[in-house]
Structures are given as structure tokens and as C-alpha cells.
């Protein structure tokens, strides 16, 4: 039998503050990925109107490459391939092989133009020396890391240039869809709010089943 002269039992403060405040990060950060989702299929939408553009654009001489430039028609001027950087990838077909991507020297200075020149069996670099290359836009396989870029310490993204065109011997590369963007933003956010809610839950089930003793 509870003794009617011992003190009633409340609920902890400072923890119940604690669990309060780690639910409330939760649902904050769920929400922050909704606003994600809706960024992101902007983004999608932006790309897809890219791509339905024939009109060429310059193309960017420093990064980071706006936006609206990704998945447009654009040329360069290879005037020497200073490296090369082998890459899995897919030809149109869909057939997997090695992406041979150029380092591109452009001029005297600067960074250069990444060139995606086609796709090969193996890794031995395509007999090319460089050229005028016609291609689409596309991020480069380097960008830079989530928590780079959190940090603030992330380099700006080189973009690359599929070529519409392969070199002698490769097969024509596949072009990158802005519609294979991740776009799970929805499902982090289910996550956070069911994180939420579980946390809440067994923290209420735990004080009660303490309370009761």
C-alpha cells in the first residue's frame, strides 16, 4: 500500500526538459528536410528545362557552374590533356566500362576543363590530344562532401563535359538526368519525426512505470 504521508512523486525536471528539448531538434530538423524536398525538386525541375534546350552557352571559366548552366549544350577548346582521371560509368547503351575523363589545359593559367570523352573496356587512356569537344554540362565527379560543405570549408565544384561525340575507339558516354538528383529528403523527414515521437514515448512510458513504484 502507498504510504499517504510519504511525499506525491513529480516528474524530473531537468530530464523531462532535456527529452522536451532533443524532440523539439527533431521536429525541427524533420522540418528543414521538408524544406529540402521542395528546394530539391525545384532543382530537378530546373535541370529537366536545361536539358530540353538546344541553345549552347559559354562555358563557365571558374567555378562553382551556376545552376543554370548544368545539363545545357555547351564546347570547349582542349588544347592539351594534362591527366587522366578512369571512372566507371555506362555508354548510351547502357553498357558498363571505364569513363575516361581529361584534365584539360585550356589556356596558360587556370584550372583547366574536366572532359568526359567516352567510354572504354579498360583502363588504358584513349591515343587523344586534345580538340574542340561538343557536349552537355554536368557536375563533376568530385563535389564536395556533406559535411564540407555544413562547414563551410568546401571547395567550389568543377562541373565536367560529356561529349556528344567520343574519341576514336570509345564509346559515346551515358549523359547524367537531373531527375537521378537524390531527392530521399521525404523519408529523412518521416525519420526525424518518428524519432521524435519515440523518444517522447518511451521517455512518458518510463516515468510512469518509475512513478508507480
Not at 548510351?92 to 583547366?112: H, L, W, Y
Not at 563535389?143 to 570509345?170: C, E, H, W, Y
Request: proline share 9%.
Amino acid at each position: 500500500m502507498t504510504d499517504p504521508a510519504a511525499p506525491a512523486r513529480r516528474w524530473p525536471l531537468i530530464p523531462t526538459l532535456l527529452v522536451i528539448a532533443a524532440a523539439a531538434v527533431m521536429v525541427a530538423l524533420g522540418v528543414w528536410q521538408l524544406q529540402r524536398k521542395g528546394e530539391k525538386e525545384a532543382l530537378i525541375a530546373l535541370y529537366d528545362r536545361n536539358r530540353a534546350m538546344s541553345a549552347t552557352v559559354a562555358y563557365p571559366e571558374l567555378p562553382p557552374v551556376p545552376d543554370a548552366l548544368l545539363f545545357r549544350k555547351s564546347s570547349v577548346t582542349c588544347l592539351e590533356p594534362v591527366r587522366w582521371d578512369p571512372r566507371s560509368g555506362t555508354d548510351r547503351a547502357g553498357k558498363s566500362g571505364i569513363r575516361m575523363v581529361a584534365d584539360c589545359r585550356t589556356g596558360a593559367e587556370g584550372p583547366g576543363v574536366l572532359v568526359d570523352v567516352g567510354i572504354a573496356d579498360d583502363f588504358t587512356p584513349p591515343k587523344w590530344s586534345g580538340g574542340i569537344v561538343a557536349g552537355t554540362i554536368v557536375p563533376g565527379p568530385e563535389q564536395p562532401s556533406l559535411i564540407a560543405r555544413l562547414t563551410g570549408k568546401a571547395a567550389p565544384a568543377r562541373a565536367m563535359l560529356v561529349a556528344d561525340a567520343p574519341v576514336a575507339g570509345l564509346r559515346a558516354s551515358a549523359v547524367p538526368n537531373g531527375a537521378d538528383l537524390p531527392n530521399n529528403h521525404l523519408a529523412y523527414a518521416v525519420q526525424w519525426f518518428l524519432f521524435a515521437l519515440a523518444a517522447v514515448v518511451i521517455y512518458i512510458l518510463a516515468v510512469r512505470r518509475r512513478l508507480q513504484r
